[in-house]
């Protein structure tokens, strides 16, 4: 076989190939060390997963029964104990009505300042762009003013660099 036999690695592992083709293998990994490194590994990769699912510990009967206990014992859950839940719902729903009634005016004027403050940002953000689209070829005269400036400090620059100073 003078083909890699990499395909059937898998299935040699298993003992999955038919006599042949397992002859056929074995000889070609006399003479191939790629592919009985590989066999190696699939090998040692095998036996890992074995030795991790040996590990797991699958519940048994007893835990599904214990579930079923619990969930039995809350379904006969009396009637008194519904009632303790309804007396907090009440009590959190008067709470927050009480909170609503006190905080109400506050948080009302909140809300309206700001309503009132995103209505002027958005009214100045609005005539801004009216100004910028109105002045034409606003972009490339800042552009232009920019070069400008740039070219000015440039050669100042240098001509500072150029002079001695005295001292």
Not at 21 to 30: A, G
Not at 41 to 49: A, C, I, R, V
Not at 113 to 126: D, E, G, Q, Y
């Amino acid at each position: 076989m003078g083909k890699h036999v990499k395909d059937y690695l898998s299935e040699y592992v298993d003992g999955e190939l038919q006599e042949e083709t397992r002859q056929l293998v074995e000889s070609h990994m006399e003479g191939c060390a790629e592919c009985a490194q590989e066999l190696r590994e699939l090998t040692q990769l095998k036996t890992l997963f074995f030795q991790a699912y040996e590990n797991v510990n699958i519940p048994g009967l007893e835990f599904e029964q214990s579930v079923l206990s619990k969930i039995n014992g809350n379904a006969g859950m009396g009637f008194a104990a519904h009632r303790i839940n309804w007396l907090f719902i009440l009590l959190g729903g008067i709470f927050f009505l009480s909170l609503s009634a006190i905080l109400g005016p506050v948080i009302y004027l909140v809300v309206k300042f700001a309503t009132a403050i995103f209505k002027v940002s958005m009214s100045l953000l609005h005539a801004l762009a009216g100004l910028v689209s109105a002045i034409p070829f606003l972009l490339e005269a800042f552009l232009f003013t920019t070069i400008i400036i740039l070219g000015i400090s440039f050669f100042s620059v240098r001509y500072l660099l150029k002079t001695k100073t005295i001292g």
